[in-house]
């Protein structure tokens, strides 16, 4: 079976919707009965995105197999519906170092190893291999950055050789670009579109598709004139106008003819028309915009200046109220800011507090859960919130005053949270904190229970620290029980207060396993009991 691949590039700037329209084309061609999957390549020498300052490159998203990848690689799985492994986010450090490695190792018998063929060879090799194991018909791989980078260079030289080696049938690559309108002379403009395409074709990439960017529908005009200066027909330039939701934008591409197109290209037959698949993709789409009064979250945390370092959180949010019918209006409240006004938290149905590292803002996190406690207001902590959920309760329901977290205060007199016992001799930071899904026991006759209505349930996490256990009972006596517990009982993951309202932490991240149409269990609990707060 020969796959087939579609590379998806971008230029003028970065932001643009590289993620979003590679996501849509698979879910066009998926409901077009083909067995498609996403690779994300990021040219960054990082090797992979888990040391990255989410305020600077967005959230870090994990998969089923402990990946700590690109958060487009959640944009694929949201729209797919379907699990992404690791090895579907290749970076620019993967690939040296697999280089480096061969050659330590003789494996090029004396060549001089060089860009190409040899870092080419190996990028293309990881494609290739997706493309087989996986036994897909048609594979989306979208390069990361804005072509002229001189990071991404090696990636499309070894995209436009698969081009060579494949044929024209069998390769499509679609640029994503820009078509600013300004206010002043009221126009879209296509200059940047030509210089970006131009960038592309001298370095031997010819696009087949344009994905144009713009704020309102491209115009016939405009489209005309993009066509005449890129050497891609008319009907080949695509609009990607804003819209109220990403999801809807297969629907416009769709409008526009692009599976056609793509299916004309690639010389396929019998392929079944997307639009017979329509009807449950628009029934998910449509539920993502409710018409009601929105249900109020606070998100309390410690990245909150660039939203997309809770991307997967904000979706789980929205898939939640969706399944009710109500709009999730989320405000995003800095926890190092956060001074325990509890005005400015009670306006709001819920609370939530997200992911994070480190000292900084965790003492308003504190104060946080410790108000959502006292107030009987509905609260969700993950990860670092379940574990300051804790401190917070240890600190004010059972009088250990001084009671922290290691990460925190090293020398706490009562580490509620402490470190992973197999983290002690643990140096390096990356790829290091426990990752990926882990089987969790729930227990019996408790909320978490009536949540997820099963006794195992498999759930993703990232952390380093966890609930020191030798405080069980008195957290116990004190009104907080631990639900949920993995590794034989030597972790805990659930913590709830059955006197609350609702009053939950989880070790784990739920929002990675949200998807349109299907919220995740926790975070749909959650909803509910904000909505009836």
């Known amino acids: 079976m020969q796959t087939k691949f ?30 498609v999957s996403c690779v994300k ?22 998969t089923e197999d402990g990946g700590e990848c690109d958060m487009d690689m959640g944009n694929y799985e949201r729209f797919l519906n379907q699990n992404i492994p690791k ?39 990881r494609i290739r291999t997706i493309a087989k194991d996986e036994q897909l018909d048609i594979l989306i791989v979208e390069c990361g950055g804005t072509v002229g980078d001189i990071e991404s260079l090696p990636f499309l030289e070894a995209l436009r050789q698969i081009r060579v080696e494949d044929g024209q049938n069998n390769v499509i690559f679609v640029h994503v670009t820009l078509a600013p309108s300004l206010d002043v002379v009221g126009e879209q403009k296509t200059k940047p579109t030509q210089h970006s395409v131009q960038e592309l074709r001298r370095i031997g990439i010819q696009p087949d598709l344009l994905c144009v960017r713009c704020s309102s529908e491209l115009q016939e005009k405009t489209k005309k004139k993009i066509s005449m200066f890129t050497n891609v027909t008319t009907n080949d330039v695509l609009s990607c106008h804003d819209v109220k939701s990403i999801f809807m934008v297969p629907q416009i591409l769709f409008e526009q003819g692009l599976v056609d197109v793509i299916f004309k290209k690639f010389e396929k037959v019998g392929y079944i028309d997307a639009s017979e698949n329509w009807d449950e993709w628009n029934k998910i789409v449509n539920s993502m915009n409710p018409n009601d009064n929105p249900i109020k979250i606070a998100m309390v945390g410690k990245y909150v200046t660039l939203a997309d370092s809770y991307v997967s959180v904000n979706h789980a949010l929205k898939h939640a109220g969706a399944s009710i019918g109500k709009p999730v209006e989320i405000d995003w409240i800095d926890s190092e800011t956060f001074n325990g006004n509890i ?29 959502a406690r006292e107030k009987n207001i509905p609260y969700l902590g993950i990860c670092f919130g379940f574990q300051l959920a804790a401190v917070s309760f240890a600190r004010n329901a059972c009088n250990l005053s001084n009671a922290n977290s290691t990460e925190i205060d090293d020398k706490t007199e009562y580490p509620i949270i402490d470190l992973l016992p197999e983290q002690d001799n643990v140096t390096d930071m990356g790829g290091s904190l426990r990752l990926g899904a882990n089987e969790i026991k729930i227990k019996d006759d408790t909320n978490a229970q009536k949540i997820y209505q099963t006794e195992i349930i498999s759930k993703r996490h990232r952390h380093r620290y966890e609930f020191n256990t030798k405080y069980l009972d008195q957290f116990s006596k004190n009104g907080m029980i631990f639900s949920g517990d993995s590794d034989n009982g030597r972790r805990m993951e659930i913590l709830e207060i059955p006197s609350h309202k609702f009053f939950m932490g989880v070790q784990y991240h739920p929002e990675f396993n949200s998807r349109p149409g299907h919220p995740e269990n926790t975070f749909k609990a959650f909803i509910n009991a904000a909505a009836e707060n």
Do not use: W
């Not at 643009?16 to 077009?32: E, P, T, W």
């Not at 390549?41 to 994990?62: C, K, Q, R, S």
């Not at 050659?103 to 860009?115: D, H, M, T, W």
């Open 87 to 125: 090895s579907h986010n290749i970076t620019t450090a993967q690939i040296y170092s697999t280089v480096i490695d061969a050659e330590r190792k003789g494996e090029y018998l004396g060549a001089c190893v060089q860009i190409i063929p040899h870092v080419t060879d190996e990028i293309k090799n």
């Open 6 to 35: 579609i590379f998806v590039t971008g230029g003028v700037m970065s932001g643009l919707g590289k993620g979003v329209v590679s996501s849509s084309i698979s879910k066009l061609l998926q409901l077009s009965n083909q067995k």
């Open 343 to 371: 005005d400015e938290l009670q306006k709001y149905n819920g609370i939530l507090v997200p992911g994070g590292f480190g000292t900084r803002g965790s003492e308003g996190i504190i104060k946080t859960a410790n108000l």
């Open 41 to 62: 390549i990021d040219p960054y020498l990082n090797y992979d995105a888990g040391t990255m300052n989410p305020i600077a490159h967005g959230e870090v998203f994990v």
